[in-house]
């Protein structure tokens, strides 16, 4: 069965960085877009950064020019790198990969507080 798996949430400070990882497996031979979405308490899930096999991305308005989305197709694996963070950015981080159909992670909690 496919299955994505998330990596590198935690506790960070006010304009720290983290970096999350998110690798795909279960006979997979290519995923088309792969991105990264959270859920704030009280809030809706929302998108934050999309890129598909080809490498085009698009981010959200909250996280341009501080969030990088990538990926290694080799590995079925896309990574968010967040730098400056914020508390607002504090949320649970889900994995999305449209492999014939979307799958999600399980989802990997970032809290930024002081």
């Known amino acids: 069965q496919v299955q994505l798996v998330e990596s590198g949430g935690g506790l960070v400070q006010p304009g720290g960085s983290l970096r999350l990882s998110c690798a795909a497996s279960?006979?997979?031979?290519?995923?088309?877009?792969m991105g990264w979405y959270r859920q704030a308490p009280g809030k809706e899930r929302e998108l934050i950064a999309i890129?598909?096999?080809?490498?085009?991305?698009v981010y959200a308005t909250s996280v341009k020019g501080r969030f990088h989305i990538s990926r290694d197709n080799a590995k079925n694996t896309v990574y968010l790198q967040m730098n400056s963070l914020k508390p607002e950015d504090t949320a649970v981080y889900y994995c999305?990969?449209?492999?014939?159909?979307?799958?999600w992670g399980k989802g990997t909690l970032v809290t930024v507080s002081s």
């Open positions: 999305n990969a449209n492999i014939g159909r979307p799958y």
């Open positions: 890129i598909t096999r080809g490498g085009n991305i």
């Open positions: 279960g006979g997979i031979f290519s995923i088309n877009d």
